[in-house]
Nanobody, 113 residues
Framework: QVQLVESGGGLVQAGGSLRLSCAVS????????MAWYRQAPGKKREFFAR???????LYDASVKGRFTISRDNAVNTVYLQMSSLKPEDTAVYYC???????WGQGTQVTVSS
C-alpha cells in the first residue's frame, strides 16, 4: 500500500520561503511521475506542479518562477521549494503519484500579509 507523508509546512510572512517534503513508501518511487497539489479554504484541490520519473518539470502559471519541484530517488522523496510566498498561497499542500493514489494528510502552509 502506497503511503504519502507531507511535511515542512508552517506560518510564514509574505515574501518568505518554505521547503516542503513528501516521503513516499510502498511503491517503486523512481518509476513514478509525482505532483504537488493544494487546497485553499473553501476551494477544490488543484494541481500546480509535477515532475516526471526522468526529472522533467511542469508548473501552473500561478507558481511558475516562484516554486521548484525536485526529487531524490535515493530517499524516495519529492520536494517543493517555495519562495516569494503570497497570502493566496495559503492552503493545505499534498503530493501524489500520477495517476493518483490515496491522499496523505497534507501539510498546512499559511502566508501572512
Amino acid at each position: 500500500q502506497v503511503q504519502l507523508v507531507e511535511s515542512g509546512g508552517g506560518l510564514v510572512q509574505a515574501g518568505g520561503s518554505l521547503r516542503l517534503s513528501c516521503a513516499v513508501s510502498g511503491t517503486d518511487f523512481s518509476t513514478h511521475d509525482m505532483a504537488w497539489y493544494r487546497q485553499a479554504p473553501g476551494k477544490k484541490r488543484e494541481f500546480f506542479a509535477r515532475i516526471s520519473s526522468g526529472g522533467a518539470r511542469l508548473y501552473d502559471a500561478s507558481v511558475k518562477g516562484r516554486f521548484t519541484i525536485s526529487r531524490d530517488n535515493a530517499v524516495n522523496t519529492v520536494y517543493l521549494q517555495m519562495s516569494s510566498l503570497k497570502p493566496e498561497d495559503t492552503a493545505v499542500y499534498y503530493c501524489n503519484l500520477l495517476p493518483n493514489v490515496d491522499w496523505g494528510q497534507g501539510t498546512q502552509v499559511t502566508v501572512s500579509s
